[in-house]
């Protein structure tokens, strides 16, 4: 296939022939139908099939938490022979992944918000106020895109404890709200530009202050960007684990959910605890369908709005 | 505006920048200086020059990793991309066509949902998901099918040559879901006209597909493509968390990110980590020049 040598043509000057020799001159009605059929049942035969590869490994792991070790290892496709709910109370309070579960929520709720916070006052005075140094910041801001954290890793541990912040919440909901920042204010900047700026105009007239116009006008009109970007932040950081394992690598009360689940799959094997380790992948999985099924439109455009642009 | 405009600016602007000067920039800026030392944490760092690069060059797992991410890069955006690609069109123009209205499959709605589905997870508890599910023994979801039919246990992770492209399917099984919405957004833009056209004209699905679809969907792939680049320059969690002890068996799955984080954490060889960042920073950087710079060509207004 050579996409060059075919430039598509435009609705008004389609040529007669689209160049398949093989496609069936004219529109009788019987081939495409035909072709239309064995495709469609082709297509459905690879949906559904990735439909089960989708859907089975995480429908697995929610049975195996119910079975006990020797369940899993004789029929590790059947139903568990009883409901063993202690599984989950093992996972929640001896493999702390309650604890590991807090810590995230913790962690997420609070650099999420800080995120959200200064990421829009700093996109919003770069979109909207002319002042010396502007392009400058911007471009600090932006080039960040562009950096992998890997290479910071390391001064960043130092400076972290530097600051006696290791082995504390405080300092990984600082650094997460900082390699946030990029993200959120190139996203941010570009979305307050498109907003009107009579609006504000309108404010600035009738004595409302630079701030209070920041508040109170311009954060509820931005409310669609604001929505996607702290999706797209909320499951970023949910999901982090390099940054965790530096940062929090010897305060195992404080550890989240990704590190915890991790560490858990390593000593399943010691302590052969396998059902709890399927319960504690449960815990950590199941949330995520519930708030996946009630938002999930809202975070299909939140994830995929980084790539559009 | 009127008065008050720069104490508002600054006062807007402090607490972003200086959080992310300090944990940001200065960490990447002192990155570069400590590689050039052989700083191991505790003495105060001595300049070394490029002593550490030129140890890099003859450093067996150095190489290692960067041949991984050459299979990483090539593999992952192909694989992702052309099943997504095909899913997306299917769900999107693989129905019939009522009044010029494209139609897709039956049950489009629903496929789209669970396929996205495994972006919401963390990569480290898909690690995890999939470490149960290629266990060698019949615990293992493949494995223990394969032992009741009397098949020998595939070996997925402990294999040399297989374990690699373990984390490689894990990986796709993740990323395709994000594709197939985004290209379906990408299919969703291109005008009806088009296809009716095409089609009245008598051009076939498979027609469609190559000689409509993918070259007005020409900006969406390049930007996939440097997506799923950079993710093959990451891919830490999965590495550090599913493969044979962070890497193994014996280098066979690990990547840059493993080895840095390894020299660091675990040997204190702060320097020499540092310079396989820089080394790697070059590489992505290298990696997203390339592929602006190749799949540049004109876009198609419509």
Known sequence: MNPQSTLPPTPAALPPKTGDPSAPTGSGPKGPRSEVRFFASLGHVALAVWAVIVIVPILWTFLAAFKNTSEIFSSPWTLPAELRWENFGRAWTKAHVGRYFLNSVIVVSCSTFLTMLLGSMAAYVLARYKFWGNRAVYFLFVSGLAFPVFLALVPLFFVVKNLGLLDTHTGVVLVYTA?????????????????????????????????????????????????????????????????????????????????????????????????????????????????????QRQIQAGLTSGAVK | ????????????????????????????????????????????????????????????????????????????????????LFFAFLLNVGGKSSGGQRQGVWGAKFYRVVFFFPQVLAVAIIAVLFQMVYRPNESGLINGVLM??????????????????????????????????????????????IYEAAEMDGATKVTLFFRVTLPLLWDTLQVAWVYLGIAAFDAFAIVAVLSVDGGGPDGATTVLAMEIYRNAFVYSKYGYASAMGVALFFLTLTFAALTLRLTKRESVEY
């Open chain 1, 179 to 295: 390699y946030s920042l990029p993200f959120t204010v190139f996203f941010l900047a570009a979305f307050f530009k498109t907003l009107p700026s009579s609006v504000a105009e309108a404010g600035m007239i009738d004595g409302c202050g630079h701030s209070r116009l920041f508040f109170q006008v311009m954060m509820p009109m931005a409310k669609p960007g604001l929505i996607s970007v702290a999706i797209f932040n909320i499951i970023g950081q949910w999901a982090q684990y390099q940054l965790p394992l530096v940062l929090l690598s010897n305060a195992k009360d404080k550890w989240v959910l990704t590190q915890g689940i991790a560490d858990i799959s390593v000593n399943a094997g010691y302590e052969a605890d396998w059902s709890g380790l399927f319960a504690a992948l449960t815990i950590a999985i199941l949330p995520m369908i519930i708030v996946y099924a009630v938002f």
């Open chain 2, 1 to 84: 505006m009127r008065h008050g405009k720069y104490p508002f600016v600054i006062g807007f602007l402090f607490a972003p920048v200086a959080l992310y000067v300090t944990f940001v920039i200065w960490p990447y800026a002192q990155a570069f200086q400590i590689s050039m030392t052989n700083w191991r944490g505790l003495s105060a760092p001595q300049w070394v020059g490029f002593d550490n690069y030129r140890r890099l060059l003859d450093d067996g797992a150095f190489w290692k990793a960067v041949q991984h991410h050459g299979v990483l890069l090539l593999a992952l955006p192909l694989i992702t991309i052309a099943i997504a």
């Open chain 2, 148 to 193: 009741k039919f009397g098949i020998e246990p595939v070996l997925f992770l402990i294999k040399p040559n297989l374990a690699l492209w373990s984390i490689i399917a894990v990986l796709v099984w993740q990323a395709v879901g994000f594709y197939v919405v985004l290209f379906s957004a990408g299919m969703a833009s291109i005008p009806g006209e």
